[in-house]
């Protein structure tokens, strides 16, 4: 076996929706949205591995599960054809072969699942953002960034919007993007009940939910976010409008956010994306600590992480 260098990882973060506004379903089916998103400092993590073309010219991209949610990605048919990983390998290998006109050598991901799967946390789409950014990092002649976002959206817009991992304000489908600059980290604490949730069940919750607007969603205004209490007064001021839909199909969602908002240490909480994780943030990386013990002594079988959100 011939490897091109020793390969390289990068951290594939969670996606936090501090807020989700639900502006309409448009005509090809795909939804209007407005919000702000930040990413979280615990993820997973992705390795990667270029193996010699002229050995390997007929091996197709692998992908090896590990981690505390591996098995149940593996269970669910993540090494299928249609694991967003290997798409985006695929998709990269095929733009990289249309320009410079050589094939791109095949190779190996190992991906270490240490997020819960269908949690509202974007786990798919960072994952493959990731191998997008690996593949750029490996690759000795690399195809443009505009070219990169363009393989991104074909494989969704939240995949673009892990290409950069950082607080965004989002409008369109979540393919109108705006950094947030001035954003003041969060200390936050995760929770996931171990409950999946449909995204499209929770999106058909919301009903009909016509976009009636045909105008070119422009990026949205962003906010002075650059202490913790004016991000906190913004934050609460929006909402998730997905929320109420998805504890309609997985009630223990609002025992989360009950139990969450009990804790006097917790500032606000809310549920992300579209469930079942939810979210409370803190004052302090020390208090969201404390609170996530308190939360898995309490319920030993649910995923808890203190975290930071950028």
Known sequence: MSDIGSGCSRLAPAKINLSLQILGRRADGYHELQGLVAFADHGDRLSARLLDNQTHENEDWALCLEGTFGQQLQTAGALQSDNLVLQAARLYGDQHHSIRRGALCRGTFTLQKELPIAAGLGGGSSDAAAALLLLQQLCLEPIAKSTLFEIAVKLGADV?????PSAQMIAGIGDVRQLVETFAPLAAVLVNPGVGVSTAAVFDGLGALDFGGDEVPQPPVVPDLSTFEKLLEYVRSQQNDLQEP?????????????????????????????????????????????????????HPAWWVVATMLR
């Open 160 to 164: 673009a919007m892990c290409l950069v």
């Open 246 to 298: 998805a504890i309609r199909i997985a009630p223990v969602i609002a025992d989360v956010l009950e139990l969450l908002e009990r804790d006097d240490s917790c500032r606000l909480s809310r549920m992300s994306g579209s469930g079942a994780t939810c979210f409370g943030l803190y004052d302090s990386m020390d208090a969201a600590k404390q609170a996530a013990r308190r939360i898995s002594t309490q």
